[in-house]
């Protein structure tokens, strides 16, 4: 198996530890820079952290009502700045590829704090791809039937910028999507 470097793509994260770390991770034995977006959290180690500005942050609060039109959820107010930061991963890339897992709650979703950067991506009109680890299979969304549609086949990073982000307790199922992807992606036969 040769691995190729591509140091031309980044991977726009959160470098929250479950599937944030392994989108790290595995795009750092491809070459892919990691740009892990921060905002004022003593516990983001990651190596590649970026610390958004005040005006990023208020950017990004500006995006969560939006968003919750569509999830009806409860903000927590002592996540805001997770939910804030979600908007940097999404803003800066034109494909989303997320671990977590599909839910129907007023409407098909993804569970967790990915939900919420998943429905930005959705109010952008980005590319969207959701490995949903429970049922062990990739999905995309469908603007036009406004669904997650299963995929025969694992997806491919096209973009030089993606999102790579998904949830914190990521099982076997995840880590394997995520490393799949990276093969599907770069790995030249």
Request: glycine share 6%; net charge positive; aromatic share 12%.
């Amino acid at each position: 198996m040769m691995i190729t470097k591509n140091i031309t793509f980044r991977c726009h994260s959160g470098g929250a530890i479950g599937a944030d770390i392994h989108f790290e991770y595995f795009g750092a034995l491809y070459g892919v820079k990691t740009l892990a977006y921060s905002y004022q959290t003593p516990y983001h180690k990651s190596i590649n952290k970026v610390e958004i500005s005040e005006s990023d942050f208020q950017d990004g609060i500006q995006k969560i009502a939006p968003a919750n039109q569509s999830l009806k959820r409860k903000v927590n107010v002592k996540h805001l700045n997770l939910l804030a930061r979600n908007w940097q991963q999404i803003k800066n890339a034109d494909q989303v590829f997320a671990v977590s897992k599909i839910i129907f709650k007023n409407i098909e979703c993804i569970s967790g704090g990915t939900g919420w950067a998943v429905q930005m991506a959705i109010d952008h009109h980005k590319e969207i791809f959701v490995f949903d680890q429970v049922q062990n299979a990739w999905f995309e969304w469908s603007y036009s039937d406004s669904k997650f549609c299963i995929l025969e086949s694992c997806p491919k990073i096209t973009s030089l910028n993606f999102a790579g982000i998904g949830i914190r307790k990521i099982n076997l199922n995840g880590i394997n999507a995520i490393e799949e992807l990276y093969i599907n992606s770069f790995n030249k036969a």
